[in-house]
């Protein structure tokens, strides 16, 4: 069993492997991240899938919706699993950080994730905003 | 009346019911029926940790549902009624429970023993004996996964799955 930390990113649609195509596009890197996509799958399937992917190895599991399906089965995985984090709302930023930091214990990857989950919208209808309107 | 869908889908709470239907319907509470569910608090806590603070989840097995349906349908909040299987739902109807309510069928998926009808439902044979059961009741039941698509009743239903 590897003490590295794999990601795991499971959403709705092609929404992971898109995601995971984005990763590399950016980076060159994907090593250490593997998708799942729910459809046509039973929760029962989805559950199982997801358990064969984390395997023993520490895992964060990322996915879209928190009321969503995938996030469903990642909390069942958790449950039975210590080794396992969820993160639900992924975005590119948090996978990005994750890709460059996944060799760290899990809890300091989870701490470094914490703090990254904000997210940035801009718009203002103040006039001495640098991003006016935007 | 106050119990808005009542869907049978294997997924029970997810993103088809909570944002598909009930952003497009409004959504106060959901009420899961499912025997095993209702004994299971983590389980419980499991689907509540997922859902939106403004949204109430209650899981009461088939009696407990079936004596309470009356207050749902006459709750001024909005709610919707899902069950993971067509037999619970069946069940829910014969205790009376769902006269003049519509039965929508959102989700079963593929195991071993049923073949696709819809890119959303995969049917065996204990699943058309089922939709029988429905239709000999004389239950309005159709399948449609999310408010904007074609809503496909029993009867052209039972036609696919017998096809």
């Known amino acids: 069993m590897s003490d590295e930390v794999q990601g795991i990113l499971v959403g709705h649609g092609k929404l992971a492997e898109g995601m995971l195509d984005a990763v590399q ?4 890197l994907g ?25 023993d190895q520490p895992s964060v599991v990322f996915v879209d919706l928190p009321s969503g399906s995938c996030a469903f089965a990642a909390r069942r995985l958790r449950h039975r699993q210590a080794n396992v984090a969820v993160v639900c709302g992924v975005n590119l930023p948090l996978l990005l950080d994750f890709i ?25 209808t103040d006039g001495d905003s640098p991003v006016p309107g935007r | ?9 294997d997924r029970l709470i997810h993103g ?14 959901l009420v899961v029926v499912d025997d095993e569910l209702s004994a299971s608090e983590w389980e419980q806590d499991l689907y509540r940790a997922g859902l939106p603070d403004d949204i109430e989840a209650r899981f009461p097995d088939v009696e407990a549902a079936i004596r309470e349906f009356p207050d749902w349908k006459a709750s001024a909040q909005r709610g919707f009624v899902l069950t993971r299987d067509l037999a619970t739902m069946r069940r829910l109807a014969e205790g009376g429970a769902l006269a003049e309510v519509e039965i929508n069928i959102g989700g079963l998926h593929d195991a071993p023993g049923r073949r696709r ?47």
């Open chain 1, 100 to 124: 460059f930091h996944r060799t760290l214990p899990l809890d300091e990857i989870i701490a470094r994730l914490r703090t990254h989950v904000g997210v940035s919208i801009e718009y203002t």
């Open chain 2, 117 to 163: 009808i819809l890119p959303y439902l995969f049917l065996g044979d204990e699943d058309r004996e089922e939709l029988l059961r429905f239709q000999r009741a004389g239950s309005a039941v159709s399948a449609q996964d999310l408010p904007g698509a074609r809503k496909i009743k029993l009867e052209e239903l039972l036609n696919l799955a017998s096809g």
């Open chain 2, 1 to 9: 009346m106050a119990i808005l869908l009542c869907r049978v889908d």
């Open chain 1, 31 to 55: 090593e250490g991240l593997v998708t799942l996509d729910n459809e046509g799958l039973t929760p029962e399937a989805l559950e199982e899938r997801l358990g064969q992917l984390a395997g």
């Open chain 1, 25 to 28: 596009e950016i980076t060159g």
């Open chain 2, 16 to 29: 088809q019911v909570v944002v598909g239907w009930g952003s497009q319907l409004g959504l106060d509470f």
